[in-house]
């Protein structure tokens, strides 16, 4: 089950915070997509940077998987994602997140060709406040 290990590869890299391990389970040409943001990073190297800023934003942010389902060179993974979001604004006090969210992976090779990750963009803004 070699897209059982990457998937867990995947999750191992986003909970120790390493945009560059994360970066290299993906084909140079990846991408990733946030549907709710309307956004698509090209490219490996995009991607990493995408995670760094999105670290800076929610620096304790955990992913509770859900288990996964695959078919062929698809899998979905539910997932629980809680975290602390850090206003920048002075005085203004953390406020705790909470998403249910999905992503979905296009593999090939042994690689990430694509992931999407779908979650509720409204919830998301009325829990930052």
Known sequence: MPHASLIDRFYAAYAARDAD???A?????GWHEEVAMSKRRMGAAAVAAGL???WQMLPDVVWDRQGYIRAGDHVAVPYRMTATFRPRAEGAL???IALDGLHLFELRDGLIL???DMWDLDLFKAQMG
């Open 114 to 116: 694509g992931s999407k």
């Open 21 to 23: 391990a994360v970066a």
């Open 25 to 29: 389970l993906y084909h140079t040409d």
């Open 52 to 54: 760094q800023g999105f």
């Open 94 to 96: 953390p406020r705790a």
